[in-house]
């Protein structure tokens, strides 16, 4: 599958390295595609390239925007038409909600997005539980949610092909959960010291 990468950092560049190592052409699309961050993320993925946001966002079927919650609707504006694309949003806020943003910034991208088929997922964890999100016996779980059905299980095998495994959290709208558990998540890991050797399990029965 052919996936563009809008931002070449801790998220981005986790992600690209592992779904290039499963066999997916990646494009990363960077501010600066000749800086440090863009060479360190295309060093560690086989096969990856870089180029411009509008590059990556045109090239990929699949567009994950991992950029600052303050930045996502600029970096939304600058990848041109996404429509009909996937666009996995990985985005978090923390504190004051960015400009523009009224609920959750996964909705915020899909009105900023007309036709985007929006899916909010990898934002509940941290960087290194996307590098490795296996805890001995028990996977990690990614939260997802979107409007698109099939948009949604696109991006839940995506998902589980790194080895999480997926929980539907249901319309985008619930997207907003999904954001205040990060928050928590971040809370946990460096305000309560627990590190970010942590990740969330949904219990059933
Ligand atoms: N770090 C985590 O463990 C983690 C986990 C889950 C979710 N998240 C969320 O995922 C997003 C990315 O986090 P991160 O830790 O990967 O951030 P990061 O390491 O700080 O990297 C951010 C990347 O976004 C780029 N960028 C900034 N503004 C941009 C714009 N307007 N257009 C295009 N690219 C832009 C930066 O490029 P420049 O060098 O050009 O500024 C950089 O490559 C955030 O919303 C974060 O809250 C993070």
Redesign the pocket.
């Known amino acids: 599958m052919d996936i563009g990468i ?9 992600l690209g390295r592992r779904w290039a190592e499963n066999g997916h052409a990646i494009l990363f ?4 595609p000749h ?1 440090e ?2 060479k360190a ?1 295309l060093a560690q993925s086989p096969g990856a390239r870089v180029g411009s ?1 509008r590059e990556a966002a045109a090239f990929g079927e699949v567009v994950l ?8 609707l ?2 939304v504006h ?1 990848c041109g038409s996404l429509r009909g694309k996937i666009v996995v949003d ?5 504190g004051e909600r960015p400009p523009g943003v009224t609920r959750s ?1 996964a909705e915020a991208i899909a009105e900023a997005a007309p036709g985007a088929r929006v899916v909010k997922a ?9 590098l490795d999100p296996c805890y001995g016996e028990q996977n990690a779980d990614m939260f997802i949610c979107g409007d698109d059905a099939a948009a949604k299980s696109v991006v839940g095998e995506l998902a589980s092909s790194i080895g999480f495994d997926v929980v539907d959290a249901g319309p985008l709208s619930a997207a907003i959960g999904l954001e205040h558990l ?1 928050q928590l ?1 971040v809370h946990l890991a460096y305000r309560q010291g627990m590190g ?1 050797n942590i990740a969330w399990k949904l219990l059933r029965r």
């Open positions: 809008i931002g070449v950092g801790r998220v981005g560049s986790a699309g960077a501010r600066d800086g961050m863009a993320a946001v925007i991992a950029v600052p919650g303050i930045s996502v600029d970096a600058a990985a985005n978090n806020w923390f910034l990898f934002n509940i964890t941290g960087s290194g539980n996307m990060a998540w970010p």
